[in-house]
């Protein structure tokens, strides 16, 4: 890029989610000083939409008051993504998705994999809700060590907007062990977040629907984020990470922020909660 700002990336294709995508991008790029690239990708010569694109980028740039450019790129919607986001070195994606799909479709193999190769933190918008800021973060925890890494991007947003972050902790009735586990390593989680000059509760649910315990939850607190971590090939406990994660983006009328885990050699580099 030629200059220092971050820049939130946003794919449209023109409907009413991806468009809501780009409005409630505004807040997120003043607080962390991010310029906003609108992409558009077509998959045949003559749907550009060149005249479309450069309409709406000024009308983004207007409304919102934040520097905003636009690409406009020919192959598939989801790997162009990626590849931009990395290309750019893209601080987020914001994506709108269709709100209205049966199950088949949300959870499609191009869909799902977009999501979970991002290369950047994805945040998926399927509900209509237009939410200008963000005074509640909804954080479900497992005791996997990858899900540690999203504490800290929590504590980054709840920065920028001045947020409380909620802890959420699922277990089953039958799993004692795990129970008292994950109790006490949220109870630390809590104290690192409140260190850092952080609002924030948590709480422990019994449940057997994990995506919809969490889901539910999320409403009931009125939460505006839920956060989550998104990875393949995962054992039962994994929660947050897999099939689960997958679940909550298809169900969530809340927008979702997934994270892949970053690669580490050892889970010795993890910082301790």
């Known amino acids: 890029m030629s200059d220092s700002k971050k820049t939130i990336l946003i794919p449209t294709d023109f409907t009413e989610q991806s468009l809501l995508a780009i409005k409630q991008s505004y ?5 962390s000083e991010s310029k906003i690239m609108i992409l558009h990708v077509y998959e045949k010569q003559g749907d550009e939409n060149y005249d479309k694109l450069v309409k709406l980028t000024k009308e983004t740039e207007t409304e919102s008051g934040i520097p905003t450019e636009f690409m406009n790129v020919k192959g598939n919607i989801y790997k162009e993504t990626n590849r931009v986001a990395e290309e750019l070195d893209v601080y987020i994606v914001l994506a709108g998705l269709e709100t209205h799909m049966s199950k088949g479709d949300i959870v499609g193999q191009s869909a799902s994999k977009f999501i979970r190769e991002c290369p950047c933190p994805i945040i998926s918008i399927r509900g209509k809700d237009h939410r200008d800021g963000c005074e509640n973060i909804l954080l479900p925890l497992d005791l996997t060590p990858e899900s540690r890494e999203k504490v800290d991007m929590a504590v980054e947003f709840a920065k920028y907007f001045g947020a409380a972050i909620r802890i959420l902790g699922v277990f089953s009735l039958t799993d004692e062990r795990y129970e008292n586990q994950l109790h006490a390593y949220a109870h630390q989680v ?29 409403n009931k607190i009125e939460t505006d984020l839920i956060m989550i971590m998104t990875k393949p090939d995962l054992n039962f406990k994994e929660f947050f990470l897999g099939t689960t994660a997958q679940r909550i983006i298809d169900i969530s009328n809340i927008p979702v922020l997934s994270l892949r885990p970053k690669k580490r050699s050892s889970v010795n580099n993890m910082p301790a909660f």
Do not use: M, P
């Open 190 to 218: 809590k104290q690192y977040i409140k260190s850092k000059g952080i609002a924030c509760t948590n709480k422990s649910i019994a449940g057997d629907s994990i995506a919809e315990t969490v889901v539910e939850y999320a």
């Open 27 to 31: 807040n997120l790029a003043r607080y």
